[in-house]
């Protein structure tokens, strides 16, 4: 079984801010976006976590292996280097999207984003040592199949872009939906996701609804470990396997689960 802790990372007052005392300049506030997410990515890395753009005043962590105290100090980080500050919701469950809910919930309660008063909110619950499992994890890394032929060395840029967004969408939905897993495109013909405790076929019925849905042709790598850096590595090397067999589903499973021991 699954145990995903997922983090909420919501800027405080940033849409007033944005026009306060008259409205900015936009590119200063991609810059601005951009920075604070790659310092977030660096800092939750570092503690071999994962973070997700989604829409940038908001992102998602999956922090696994993160404390009270991470956090706290994150918030620290980025309130000494930032003009905005940071509030942050956690919460944990065997489905990623209920763990997000939980999350989410923690912050609402506290205020609106957009509440000039409400500032770098910590909210929620971590895991504990005593409950973290080496199956808590389960990342999915998903690639389009000849992406580069079919669309990039064809279409134009923007053409491309709509095609492989499509599938990310179709994908994203579904597994929401149907799974209760969490999709985020990370660049180029690349999805993760955040999922629960899925097997094969029922990967291969995500596929298959994307290809039907949006005539995308996905494979995917998938890794179960403690943390997300373990299992998306995992992941990564899972989707090589793909590629070397000409598979659309690989599984890396966690030692204790494919009968391996140690002396």
């Given at each position: 079984m699954t145990n995903s802790q997922l983090t909420l990372i919501q800027i405080d007052n940033y849409g007033p801010w944005t026009v306060t005392p008259e409205p900015r300049r936009e590119m200063d506030l991609q810059t601005l976006q951009s920075r604070l997410f790659a310092d977030l990515a660096q800092f939750v890395g570092s503690?071999?976590?994962?973070?997700?753009?989604?829409?940038?005043?908001?992102?998602?962590?999956?922090?696994?292996?993160?404390?009270?105290?991470?956090?706290?100090?994150?918030?620290?980080?980025?309130?000494?280097?930032?003009?905005?500050?940071?509030?942050?919701?956690?919460?944990?469950?065997?489905?990623?999207?209920?763990?997000?809910?939980?999350?989410?919930?923690?912050?609402?309660?506290a205020g609106s984003a957009q509440d000039g008063d409400r500032r770098e909110v910590l909210a929620g619950e971590y895991l504990s040592e005593s409950r973290r499992t080496p199956s808590d994890v389960q990342i999915a890394h998903f690639d389009v199949n000849d992406a580069t032929g079919k669309y990039t060395d064809r279409l134009n840029e923007f053409d491309s872009f709509i095609q492989i967004e499509q599938g990310y969408a179709a994908l994203m939905q579904y597994l929401r939906e149907e799974y209760g897993g969490l999709s985020f495109f990370v660049g180029g013909d690349n999805i993760i996701s955040i999922c629960p405790a899925m097997d094969e076929a029922d990967y291969r019925d995500a596929i298959s609804h994307v290809e039907a849905e949006a005539g995308v042709e996905l494979k995917v790598g998938v890794g179960i470990a403690e943390n997300p850096h373990v299992a998306g590595m995992d992941a990564k090397h899972a989707l090589e396997e793909c590629r070397h067999h000409g598979t659309d589903v690989e599984m890396e499973l966690p030692t204790e689960d494919v009968g391996i021991t140690t002396d």
């Open positions: 503690r071999d976590g994962y973070v997700f753009f989604t829409r940038f005043d908001n992102m998602v962590a999956i922090t696994n292996g993160l404390d009270k105290d991470d956090h706290q100090l994150l918030q620290e980080s980025i309130g000494n280097r930032y003009p905005v500050t940071i509030s942050l919701g956690t919460g944990t469950d065997a489905s990623p999207v209920e763990a997000l809910e939980a999350a989410t919930a923690g912050l609402q309660r």
